[in-house]
């Protein structure tokens, strides 16, 4: 069972610059989660999909950031004119409500530095 | 208002120690989720342990076990003879009536040999 899978593992861009992130999801997990986490924190809720419905956004999430997850398959995030605040770990999660299974599979991250 | 708060902040142990972690949650709600997670150097968050609000049962899982205690909001994770592959950030994670986890701040846990 292959787990959860983000590229690109590790982004360096320049302040301005967009920068697109990828989330493939387990299997058939109709949920998929985005966190951010900066160094000494935990990570913090950005946004989540049903399928392909984006059902919550935090305040977090800036009018820069847009989230999509066309045919309920994978997921980008696209952070637009980066600033060095974006500098973060961006966490990809899944999971499946079925019989009670309310886990969240993490996948290993995207890490961003914006120099 | 939903909060976790893990007070350690970094624990040090030599190995074969046993160690506590401890997690204090706040939530209104009666039905809750509380979560462990693992984060080793690597960077990926690992699923240690789901327990629901109902179920106040302490759970022995090889050398980890948990304590939920609804009385002082508290759920514990003990490392029972720890090992040098234990030394990671642990994360606390509550889930209230929404599907978003909301984290501790962690606690980095190193074992020395």
């Known amino acids: 069972d292959t787990g959860v899978s983000q590229n690109p593992r590790h982004k360096i861009t320049k302040r301005g610059q967009n920068v697109t992130f990828r989330c493939d999801p387990i299997s058939e997990h109709n949920r998929l989660y985005w966190y951010r986490q900066t160094l000494g924190q935990g990570p913090e809720f950005l946004t989540y999909f049903q399928n392909e419905a984006q059902l919550e956004k935090s305040r977090l999430l800036s009018d820069r950031f847009s989230a999509e997850r066309p045919k309920g398959s994978f997921s980008t995030l696209e952070i637009q004119r980066t600033e060095q605040g974006d500098s973060a770990m961006y966490l990809c999660?899944?999971?499946?409500?079925?019989?009670?299974?309310?886990?969240?599979?993490f996948g290993p991250g995207t890490r961003l530095t914006v120099t | 208002a939903q909060k976790v708060t893990q007070a350690q902040t970094e624990i040090s142990v030599v190995e074969k120690e046993d160690v506590t972690l401890d997690c204090v949650y706040e939530?209104?709600?009666?039905?809750?989720?509380l979560f462990w997670y693992k984060q080793p150097p690597s960077g990926e968050l690992v699923f240690l342990i789901r327990r629901n609000s109902f179920d106040e049962q302490n759970e022995i899982s090889g050398r980890y076990s948990w304590n939920f205690q609804k009385s002082t909001s508290s759920f514990n994770f003990t490392i029972t003879a720890s090992q040098v592959v234990d030394s990671a950030v642990y994360f606390c994670a509550l889930n209230s009536n929404t599907d978003k986890l909301i984290f501790g701040t962690g606690t980095r846990l190193q074992v020395f040999p």
């Open positions: 999660a899944s999971s499946s409500r079925t019989g009670g299974d309310y886990e969240q599979y």
């Open positions: 939530t209104r709600d009666t039905t809750y989720y």
